[in-house]
Structure formats: structure tokens, C-alpha cells
């Protein structure tokens, strides 16, 4: 499990990778500097996409656009140029949070969360977009939303506020959105590192990026118990996707930001995007927003 730098492109906070089946494009976020980038494995060519503002997430539409989170709130990104019509801002009255990591649901809706751009508080909430652009908050008392992802069989929601240490599992009703029965799945000791994005391969088990942490690690969310991990040259390891004509390809995005000059001496590679590849497992596709 080696993993290795995609391309020279170095964000500051590095963030939500996506793999995009229908353009054959890894695609990721730098969240501080509003960019939306797209790596094509094929041809190792780049596009970036500049929103003009902090982008948290974004997922792929069924129409090729892409829905995202922005500090503006949500809204549709056209793929070819950039641009940006906002749909709707559900903490407009909050103008110190903004928004974070976000993933479409499998029946199509985009879910994100917030998080107060000073990190000291727990003024962030878990929204859903539905149909018809319609916002509705699933979880409040946040302190930084973080990695998302659904079990196999659809039934249950796992989510990470990164500095609780936990990730919790929520029973999910694919039908309307609804979520109840929090639970706690898995504890990370703090020693790991802060966990932060998340994905799910198709035997069911979580891969969790790190803060802090040099890592990625797998998780059998059943047991709560930890299978193995990647370590990589970086300590800001931010979040993890996979992709690739057979999804067996991990991506993984890594940051800057928080590092004095003396850490970015020792990790030049800050802020990259690495793969894994193969790695030895399989995703599963993202799903697209129904817009």
C-alpha cells in the first residue's frame, strides 16, 4: 500500500475527493481557496473550476453539473465554466460558519454539514437537499460535520463530528430522510489522529482519514474494531475515495492549512492528492444529486 503523489497541484485544505464515472475524472476541493479540481487519470491533465467563494463538498448531478456546499450555502456549479446560481443558504443568519464535507444519499439527495470557521464552538448543523431544493436540518450541536457515508443495504447513516473521537451510526429511511436511533460505532483513540473524511467499500467496511494522523484506516463499523492502515507522508490527511475504471484506485486528499513553516519543511507534499492503486479493495460509485 504505496501511495503516491496524482498530479503537482498542492491545496491548502485539500478536501472531498469524488471519482466521476461518466468523465473518467477524479475530481476534489480546496476548500479555502474556493477551487474545484478535476485530474484526469487518462490524459494527466487538470481543469480547475474557481467558485469565488469556500466550497466544503460536492457531488455530481444527473444532469453533469455538480451540486455543492459553499459558504454561501448551497448551490449548482456548471461544470464547463464555474459558475455558480445559488439555491438556497439555511445559516444565513450564521455568517461565521460555513459549510464542510457533504455526499449525496442513494435515493439522490445531497447531504452537508456545517462548521464555524474559528473551530471553538458547536454551532454547525446537518442539512439535507431534497427534492425541489428543499433544505431540512437532521442534526444540530456540531462542532466540525465531517465524513458521510450509508451501509450496503441502505439502512444506516454514519457521520463523524471530527472532535468527538467517534463515528456514529444513525438508523436512515431511504424513503423520506429520516434519521433516529444515534448510536456510537466506532471510538478512535486520540493517538490515531482526528478522524475526518470517510468512505465505504463494498464489503461494508469504513476507510477514515486522519487530522493529525499520517493516515487512512479501514474499520469493521459491525465490530467497531480497527482491520489496517495506510500511512502516508503527510499529517493533515483529510479524506479518502475511491476510484478508477474498477473503483480499486483510493484517492486521498491531504492540507496545509494549521502547519507551521518548520512542519511544511518536513512534509513538502502537503496538501497533495495521493492514490493507492490498486488497492487492494473496491468502492462503491457516488451517487448523483436527482436534480
Known amino acids: 500500500m504505496n501511495p503516491k503523489v496524482v498530479c503537482e497541484k498542492i491545496s491548502e485544505l485539500g478536501e472531498g475527493p ?17 477551487h474545484i479540481h478535476e485530474w484526469s487519470p487518462a490524459s494527466e491533465t487538470l481543469n480547475t473550476l ?18 455543492a456546499a ?7 456549479v456548471n461544470c464547463k465554466t464555474g459558475k455558480v446560481d445559488i439555491v438556497a443558504n439555511p445559516e444565513k443568519h450564521l455568517p461565521e460558519n460555513r459549510f464542510n464535507d457533504g455526499k449525496c444519499d442513494p435515493a439522490g439527495r ?22 425541489g431544493n428543499k433544505v431540512e436540518k437532521k442534526e ?24 468527538t473521537l467517534k463515528v ?6 431511504i424513503e423520506t430522510g429520516h434519521i433516529s436511533n444515534k448510536r456510537t460505532i466506532i471510538n478512535v483513540p486520540k493517538e490515531e489522529g482526528f478522524p475526518d473524511g ?11 482519514a486522519h487530522w493529525g494522523g499520517w493516515q487512512v484506516t479501514r474499520w469493521n463499523p459491525i465490530t467497531g474494531k480497527k482491520l489496517s492502515a495506510i500511512k ?47 488497492s487492494g479493495f473496491t468502492g462503491v460509485e457516488a451517487y448523483t444529486f436527482k436534480n
Open 140 to 163: 444540530s450541536n456540531i462542532s466540525i460535520s465531517n465524513g458521510l457515508a450509508w451501509s450496503m443495504d441502505h439502512k444506516v447513516l454514519y457521520f463523524i463530528d471530527t472532535p
Open 232 to 278: 502516508l507522508p503527510v499529517s493533515n490527511v483529510t479524506s479518502c475515495a475511491f476510484g478508477g475504471k474498477s473503483m480499486e484506485d483510493l484517492y486521498i486528499t491531504s492540507a496545509r492549512k494549521g502547519l507551521s513553516k518548520v512542519e511544511l519543511e518536513k512534509q513538502p507534499l502537503a496538501g497533495s492528492l495521493f492514490v493507492v492503486r490498486p
Open 110 to 131: 445531497f447531504w452537508a454539514g456545517t462548521m464555524p470557521i474559528s473551530e471553538d464552538e458547536d454551532s454547525g448543523s446537518l442539512y439535507m437537499l431534497g427534492a
Open 18 to 34: 469524488l471519482w466521476n464515472p461518466s468523465r473518467k475524472l477524479i475530481c476534489w476541493v480546496d476548500i479555502l481557496n474556493g
Open 168 to 173: 456514529v451510526g444513525y438508523d436512515f429511511d
Open 198 to 208: 470517510m468512505t465505504i467499500d463494498n464489503e461494508g467496511m469504513l476507510w477514515i
Open 50 to 67: 474557481q467558485v469565488g467563494q469556500m466550497i466544503g463538498a460536492m457531488a455530481v448531478c444527473n444532469d453533469g453539473n455538480y451540486i
Open 70 to 76: 459553499m459558504k454561501d450555502g448551497f448551490g449548482f
